[in-house]
């Protein structure tokens, strides 16, 4: 699994962060999106890296810029009572 984070420009309100992640959900198989207009951040839990160039493609034609992108390895983290 991956955790991409993008830095995006131009989300002003809660509603632009639900107009991203519906873009994010309704073209990419992701596991998790949440994004922040305060942080002007988008995180994505995915199986898969996505294509970058189509990802930014869709974001910035709803009117966003996609600063820069950042992916890392991500294992969730369970429950467990032992350390």
Do not use: W
């Amino acid at each position: 699994m991956y955790k991409i984070t993008l830095k995006i420009d131009g989300m002003m309100c809660g509603h632009c962060e639900a107009h991203v992640n519906d873009t994010v959900r309704n073209n990419f198989n992701v596991s998790k999106v949440s994004s922040s207009h305060k942080k002007g951040t988008t995180e994505i839990i995915a199986e898969t890296e996505p294509d970058y160039a189509k990802l930014t493609q869709l974001i910035e034609a709803d009117g966003y810029k996609v600063l820069s992108h950042e992916c890392e390895p991500y294992e969730k983290k369970g429950f467990s009572f032992f350390k």
